[in-house]
């Protein structure tokens, strides 16, 4: 499994603030728990660039990822991967885990 890390300037961009943890530290606390066999960071040009690169028989979606399905599953098609699956995870305990409210925990 392949993880792909947002870059800080794309989730500025998004979520119109910067994130709490930089981007290197997301990729190192990712690493730490070793749930994906290789860890990356985006893009900073072309969103899809690292997709390409990687080659994958599924993508997975985070839950509240904003991301038009339709507009990606076309655009992997051009990619020639049209293959690719898109699978959207379901939110796990996100009355407990969501990172908004692990904040609060201070």
Known sequence: MVT?????ETVKKVKERAPEQ?????VENIQKYKTADKVMLG???NKYEVIK???PDIIALGYDQ???EE???NKL???GLGHCKIKRIKAFKPEIYK???LKNLD
């Open 43 to 45: 893009s900073l040009g």
């Open 71 to 73: 507009e990606l599953k």
């Open 99 to 101: 990172s908004s409210k």
């Open 66 to 68: 904003e991301v038009d």
């Open 53 to 55: 690169e990687c080659c």
């Open 22 to 26: 930089n981007e290197e530290e997301r």
């Open 4 to 8: 792909i890390v947002a870059r800080d």
């Open 77 to 79: 098609e051009e990619l």
